[in-house]
């Protein structure tokens, strides 16, 4: 069964920043590409950034580019999202996802 259990966000100051992470169970995490997407209060689902299976091929969507760092550790079948200078617009529940699925969730929050 695929699990996947991000962790990491919080409350930040805009500007500030957070890493978020994603830990891999049920499948082989290394053979395939991994997304972090989000969801903010009464919007649709948004996708945020790509990484290939070997880590490379990292894409962003034009809001986070230049702030945003997608990364993976395959051996430990983690995936990570490094958030700089946050925005409140960044404010959103974040899911790591394999094709259509998705962990819990971890929300952040920015705001002064």
């Known amino acids: 069964e695929v699990q996947l259990v991000e962790f990491g966000g919080g409350l930040v100051q805009p500007g500030g920043s957070l890493r978020l992470s994603c830990a891999a169970s049920g499948f082989p995490f290394k053979n395939y590409h991994m997304r972090w997407v989000r969801q903010a209060p009464g919007e649709e689902l948004e996708w945020v950034a790509g990484?290939?299976?070997?880590?490379?091929?990292?894409t962003y969507t034009d809001s986070v580019k230049g702030r945003f760092t997608i990364s993976r550790d395959n051996t430990k079948s983690a995936l990570y999202l490094q958030m700089n200078n946050l925005k409140p617009e960044d404010t959103a529940t974040y899911y790591c996802?394999?094709?259509?699925?998705r962990g819990q969730g971890t929300q952040v929050i920015v705001s002064s």
């Open positions: 996802a394999l094709g259509p699925t």
């Open positions: 990484i290939g299976s070997d880590g490379g091929d990292a």
